[in-house]
């Protein structure tokens, strides 16, 4: 039992925050020019050796700002061919996880021929569980194939951690189209409240 | 083609095609390659089911890919000094040997899977059914298709009875009725693996006999469009049995007709009609009872 | 368990047989389950290409199953590249199973046809009486 990753979208299909734990297929940043700031913590491609795991000290705005900066134009193209990167860019990653869930949502319905929420998919390798709010965030979560529904835990982060640290925190531009939530804050709030789930250990 | 029409519903306890064990499945005769559990189930536990899986149980089509080899089926059909090590196809783990070269007397172990035959069967009617213009025309090339075999497998039968019955002068019967009883209980067990399920006289006429089978493992798998729906592929049987009654001097025109739509419970029932030649109702008059 | 409804997709991406075995859920016109089995079709090559990490030992598939709150569908992919969709009510037991059985029918009643066409729709007669002996049977008990 394990979980991999989180993803929260708003109601302009718009990816604001993004978190992963156990994940080792890899995924790159996105490139400069469709990057959006506040959203995850994916380090740029200029550092190779940090490649990988998430950078967690960093203040997001530094981490983007700089990212912004020294990935200017020259330098974007360049790193693409030198370093291989692998796996997709988070951007592309995000609207793919996006596309899928709005499909499966509408076919949902259609069969069901009412408001019917779907609720989560499983292939051989992952689970994917979507929370949908009121206000139309929704919450996505991957976790291994094997476990039950974990629509719960979505639900304790949207009344926990989300409304604490995000829709009660002046400084987050919620619906802003232009950046993400993300703030040290809630990370670790959500960070602390999944490695507390007894399913969190891999 | 006798043999390949020979079918028992009970498979060759050790008899291997090829010498891997694994591919045991191919001389017995599943309704399926697949009807064993391959796929784990996806229950909590299927993770752990998958690895086991993986290691220990082959991918069964993989194997039976692996194993035949382009060469291995005219091997078995045409025989080949070179090879020794593949067990023989027709008896039970015995040397290898062409088809030619076994003994007639040998049923067991000389079945085929009715997969291969079903497909085999598909094929002939597919490639039938391209180059004729009518439903009759199709039946026509398919009985005839049928009296091939048939005139084999009378001579086949004939002989092996007589050669297992150890009769000095062996018996062939002449007389109509132990004739139509010939072909639904001997002929239809060596070709179908079980008699015929009924034998009846026309109720209008005198020289009609059916052979009636409820469903018959050769188009078993076959549903007719709706378009063709005169058609009936046991055609394949009646050209057959007409071969049968030929060989055996009762000239008939045999044909079959599917009647499963006033059998709800058969709904694949066939009925072989045989329409008996005038001189065969002359000759059972002139012996008399 | 109820059995909703099965579909057969092609490998291409076509449906090529669906029938319905309950009214729980809506009838719907051929061409919206045609689009939807595109649609599906497509989700399951993206499902694939989201695997955050692979178990070793298991290879990377495409989407298996999907729940709503009261129903759900499953996804069996043939080695050959057909896709039997099943949508059944919950909680399920011995969907596996199940999917076997119908895939042994198909590969019976429909690859042994000599009147059907590879990837296109199935008109068999057979395939229709025998899935619903088996999908009857569940349903009922």
New interface residues.
Partial sequence: MTIYSLYIFDRHCECVYYQDWHRTQPIRAPPAISNKPGVHRIPPPLQPNEAGAPTRESIFSETNRSSLLSNGTIDGGANRTNKLPKGLPFDEESKLVYGVILSLRNMVKKLSGREEAFTSYSTSSYKLHLFETPTNYKFVLLSDPSSDSLRFVLRQLYVGPFVECVVRNPLVKLDSRAEGIDNDQFRAAVDRHMKGLSMFSS | MSQSVGYSSTPPSSSSRFSQPSVSSLSSPP?????N?Q????S????IN??NN?NSNPNR?ESVRSSIQPSSLQQQLFGSSSNTNISGGGGGGSQYQPILDRSLNKSKGSEIAL?AW??M??????YS?SRVDSVTDLEKRLSSLGYEAGQRILSLLLLRNTQTSNLKDPKREHRLIPILQFVHTQIYKYVFGKPADGLERGSDALDEYMIILNESPLTQ?????KD?SDLS?EAFTAGMVEAVLDGLDVPARVTAHWVGDRYPEH?QRTVILIKLDQKVMDREEALGK | MTIHGLWVISKAGGLVFSRSYSDTLPPQPVNTILTLAGILHGIHAITAKLTPAQIPGVPVGGLESFEAEGWGGKVFLTPTGTKFVLLHSLPQAGLDELLRRVYEIYSDAVMKNPFHTPEMPINSSLFESKLQTLIGGVNAA
């Fill in positions: 309704t399926s390659l697949y009807s559990p796929h784990p189930s996806s909590s536990s299927s993770s998958t690895i993986a089509r997969s079903a497909f069967f598909a094929e002939i009617i597919s059914q798998f076959i549903s007719v469009p063709m592929c709904p």
